[in-house]
Nanobody, 114 residues
Framework: QVQLVESGGGLVQAGGSLRLSCVASGTIFSGKPMGWFRRAPGKARELVATITSGGGTTYSNSVKGRFTISRDSAKNTIYLQMNSLKPEDTAVYYC????????WGQGTQVTVSS
């Protein structure tokens, strides 16, 4: 049973934008803080941004001012608007509850060319 489905990744030039989406099953999403994570080649998975059920947000220093996390509770969906993308943003992006509480989905690949 699929519980987390990420989409919206792709290939973009440096300076470009992408919007990622993550649809979660209701049992995962309901009332829980959610987060976006990423794993770059050869690196450990890292936390990128979080959002509470009330809309409070946090960001890693590496994306602050460029990325925006949001959620639509009616659709059990969270989003990550990524602007001013850099080659170092290249990674597979995942969503999950925060703290972690669900099995990882497939993720969505983001590749930023210089």
């Amino acid at each position: 049973q699929v519980q987390l489905v990420e989409s919206g990744g792709g290939l973009v030039q440096a300076g470009g934008s992408l919007r990622l989406s993550c649809v979660a099953s209701g049992t995962i999403f309901s009332g829980k803080p959610m987060g976006w994570f990423r794993r770059a080649p050869g690196k450990a998975r890292e936390l990128v941004a979080t959002i509470t059920s009330g809309g409070g947000t946090t960001y890693s220093n590496s994306v602050k001012g460029r990325f925006t996390i949001s959620r639509d509770s009616a659709k059990n969906t969270i989003y990550l608007q990524m602007n001013s993308l850099k080659p170092e943003d290249t990674a597979v992006y995942y969503c999950n509850t925060y703290p972690l509480g669900a099995s990882w989905g497939q993720g969505t690949q983001v590749t930023v060319s210089s």
